[in-house]
């Protein structure tokens, strides 16, 4: 209702900002036809493309096109992300974009545009410190290596997502970086796990799965985290 009423007024970034906590809220409950609309009438409102801030709902509809079918639009959005960010010289947002963009490429079956997309976000991510962005994409690396029968290459590749992500978790801040590390950790070491099974280490699997049910310290630091957010 916030969002609405000064949507309706001269102070259009301040109903942005109510609209992009309605969508967060909504995306929550997955409820993500309600999320889009948020987002979208929060880009609406920031209609003044020299300030960034428009980025931000762009890509969380992105976000959620993809995973309801709604490739074509993902990409379309993706895309003028991804523009912008290049020609602000933000490496490590435009490696994140080029990031979804392979793996959205991947859910469509397109390993090798995948591939290209995750070559071309690792080389963004050279000399940048951003370990929690390297953690996602390692990841995500081992998920596709796992996908094409390179179960020995897949587990490589998760630990080094483990190696990158474990140390972040730890933050207390409760800031979004733990939180990330987390999602990034449960990940990585479930695609260790179902590579480790699929090589005939079962005892080594059964430990990265009870590892990620029962949550590693930094896991368990997160876990604890979240209960209370939520």
């Known amino acids: 209702m916030l969002g609405y009423h000064f949507g309706r007024s001269m102070h259009k970034p301040k ?79 435009a490696a994140r974009i080029s990031r979804k963009l392979g793996r959205l490429l991947f859910d469509t ?34 998920h596709l290596a796992f996908r094409t029968g390179d179960y020995a290459g897949a587990i490589k590749w998760a630990d080094d997502a483990l190696h990158c992500a474990e140390r972040l978790a730890l933050q207390e801040d409760g800031g979004e970086t733990a939180n990330e590390a987390t999602l990034a950790i449960a990940q990585a070491l479930n695609t260790k796990g179902t590579a480790l099974a699929r090589l005939g280490k079962t005892r080594e699997a059964v430990g990265e799965v009870e590892r990620k049910r029962r949550g590693s310290a930094p896991l368990r630091t997160a876990q604890c985290r979240l209960s209370r957010l939520y």
């Open 15 to 93: 109903a942005a900002t109510y609209l992009m906590a309605a969508g967060d809220r909504a995306r929550m409950a997955y409820a993500n036809d309600d999320a889009i609309r948020f987002y979208r009438e929060a880009l609406d409102a920031l209609n003044d493309r020299r300030d960034t801030a428009w980025l931000v709902p762009c890509e969380r509809i992105a976000d959620l096109c993809g995973p309801a079918g709604q490739r074509d639009r993902a990409v379309e959005f993706y895309g003028m992300v991804l523009k912008a960010y290049q020609e602000a010289g933000d490496r490590t947002a």
């Open 109 to 142: 079956g397109n390993r090798q545009a995948a591939r290209s997309r995750f070559a071309e976000a690792a080389a963004l991510l050279e000399d940048t410190n951003a370990p929690i962005e390297k953690a996602h994409l390692l990841q995500e690396q081992g």
